[in-house]
């Protein structure tokens, strides 16, 4: 199993994933990220198993992270396992690269989130040295 950056022939099983964390998201996404025309993810890491890909994380730069000091924080905006591929250390390695990209470049402090009643995800951010630091609730009105 090999971390690597995603890339253009990916798209249709980076699309499978994506849909499968956020069954909301936007499928012309993918073709904005590839040709640079996507402001968010920065960079995206798959986890390759001979061809197939079983998982993916998407990264960011953030200037302002609860609970960080730092102003230029990596930010793990999305992180996928397939179904099947969990409890078997492929959340982990891609949360490893996802740290090391952060390192290169330039950050210090590394942040994520989940929702609130996502217990798994918290373990498992639990199990990786992520320390909870703060529980938020989301508003909006129409204008
Ligand atoms: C979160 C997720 C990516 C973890 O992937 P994974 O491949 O199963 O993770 P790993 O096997 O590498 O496990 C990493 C650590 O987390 C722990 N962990 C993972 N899932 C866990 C669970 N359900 N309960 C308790 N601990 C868990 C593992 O035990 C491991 O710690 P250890 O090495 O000390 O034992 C995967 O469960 C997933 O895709 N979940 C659905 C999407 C999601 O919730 N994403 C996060 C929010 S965006």
Redesign the pocket.
């Known amino acids: 199993m090999n971390v690597r950056p995603v890339a253009p022939a990916d798209a249709a099983q980076w699309r499978r994933m994506r849909l499968a964390?956020w069954p909301d998201s936007v499928p012309d996404e993918i073709d904005q990220f590839f040709t640079g025309l996507l402001h968010e993810p920065l960079a995206v890491l798959v986890a390759d198993d001979g061809g197939a890909l079983v998982?993916f994380v998407e990264l960011s730069i953030r200037n302002i992270a609860e609970g960080c000091s730092t102003d230029r924080v990596a930010y793990?905006?999305?992180?996928?396992?397939?179904?099947g591929?969990?409890?078997?250390?492929?959340?982990?390695?891609?949360?490893r690269a996802a740290e090391e990209w952060g390192r290169a470049q330039g950050c210090s402090e590394f942040a994520?989130?989940?929702?609130i009643d996502?217990?798994?995800?918290a373990?498992?951010?639990?199990?990786?040295g992520f320390e909870e630091v703060e529980r938020i609730r989301c508003f909006r009105k129409s204008l």
Do not use: F, M, P, Y
């Open positions: 964390l998982g793990l905006e999305g992180w996928w396992v397939d179904v591929k969990r409890r078997q250390g492929i959340g982990r390695a891609l949360v994520s989130d989940t929702e996502n217990e798994d995800s373990k498992a951010h639990a199990a990786l």
